[in-house]
């Protein structure tokens, strides 16, 4: 059996991570359609506040597809494991916690997926996809760090005058070095209301049920209610500026249950992206996470408290022909109050990224 490893780390980063990701994303779709730039390795998805021009386009497409691969670089390679729980139903990246090792490593990114959308009667639309994604370390000696992801989501939205309305379903599988480490199976609402032009807001609610083949002490249920604003402004490089606040709950479900690693999850995010050019799109943002543990920690005697602030910024160019390029750039920096030393990461990615239409 693979033990799990920094538990308290693994989630509170993982959520954390997962709302600047999604949202820097969908900035720089927000900002540059045109440039039509992914997530990490994923297809480009809709403004996370909202957008009705994006829904009654989605209803029109019938299918789509991509793929990506590039290198990266990790300043922290770790056994720990961060998924997109709390994110859309994309189920984006393949992200290590900050976690015991502290050794960099060079690694290669590569995915692929689908995605598909039906119109239904009247202004309802059905959803789709299937996401594959791989994280191949350069030197032999860390495969055991390799991973591979396999996600897939299906779902129901409903546009009616200025609002959308979604439910999905999702499911996540993810190996560490070819064992089953973690699956995750997800349900989601959302609504969208777009006020005008330039302004929407969002609510979501999300259940995530989180099993730990290897380590069912680890078991857990996982609630999340979040809300979003989008700002758009008519003027030089059409900016755009996101704002995000998440409440989280995790709550032991291994027999016997784990209270301390029951917790509570508040996290923030600001984030602005543009288009200074043609062509480009830029994104930066802002994220802090705080972790607040419901029982001592055994070997410590104290209640655990984590306080992650996380830096991203993402730069993508569409060519008028295939492919796109992009880089994104993450700093992580998690401050727990049980240990003396912070754990800082630094994440570098260059993916290329190929549609298929």
Not at 41 to 49: K, N
Not at 180 to 190: C, D, F, P, Q, V
Not at 270 to 279: D, L, Q
Not at 306 to 325: E, I
Request: proline share 7%.
């Amino acid at each position: 059996m693979r033990p799990r490893l920094a538990p308290k780390y693994e989630l509170a980063s993982s959520a954390g991570y997962c709302v600047r990701r999604s949202a820097a994303a969908a900035g720089r779709c927000a900002a540059a359609p045109a440039a039509n730039p992914g997530s990490g390795l994923g297809p480009p998805r809709s403004p996370a506040a909202g957008d009705r021009a994006g829904a009654r386009e989605a209803r029109g497409r019938a299918a789509a597809g991509w793929w990506a691969w590039g290198p990266a670089r990790d300043s922290a390679t770790t056994a720990g494991v961060g998924a997109d729980t709390l994110g859309p139903p994309g189920l984006d990246g393949v992200l290590l916690s900050p976690a015991s090792a502290k050794r960099g490593s060079s690694f290669l990114l590569a995915g692929a997926g689908a995605r598909f959308a039906r119109p239904l009667a009247g202004a309802v639309s059905l959803q789709g996809g299937l996401r594959y994604q791989g994280r191949y370390q350069s030197n032999g000696f860390d495969r055991r760090f390799d991973q591979d992801a396999l996600a897939g989501y299906g779902g129901i939205s409903l546009l009616r005058g200025q609002d959308l309305y979604r439910a999905s379903l999702s499911y996540a599988a993810l190996a560490l070095d070819a064992g089953r480490y973690r699956n995750i199976s997800a349900l989601g609402g959302e609504w969208q209301r777009q006020v005008d032009e330039l302004n929407a807001y969002s609510l979501f609610a999300q259940y995530a049920a989180l099993d730990y083949p290897a380590s069912p002490s680890s078991d857990a249920d996982l609630y999340a209610l979040g809300a979003g604003w989008r700002r758009a402004f008519v003027q030089r490089y059409l900016p755009v500026v996101q704002l995000q606040a998440l409440y989280g709950r995790e709550k032991s479900s291994a027999s016997p249950l784990r209270d301390d690693l029951s917790r509570d999850l508040y996290s923030l995010r600001a984030g602005v992206s543009s288009t200074p050019w043609p062509g480009w799109g830029i994104s930066g943002g802002l994220t802090y996470t705080a972790s607040r543990f419901a029982a001592p920690d055994p070997a410590l005697a104290a209640i655990r408290r984590d306080d992650t602030t996380g830096l991203d910024a993402g730069l993508s160019y569409r060519w008028p022909r295939q492919p796109t390029p992009q880089a994104d750039y993450l700093h992580a920096d998690n401050r727990p109050n049980l240990e003396a030393s912070n754990d800082g990461r630094d994440v570098l990615t260059l993916p290329m990224h190929y549609d298929i239409r």
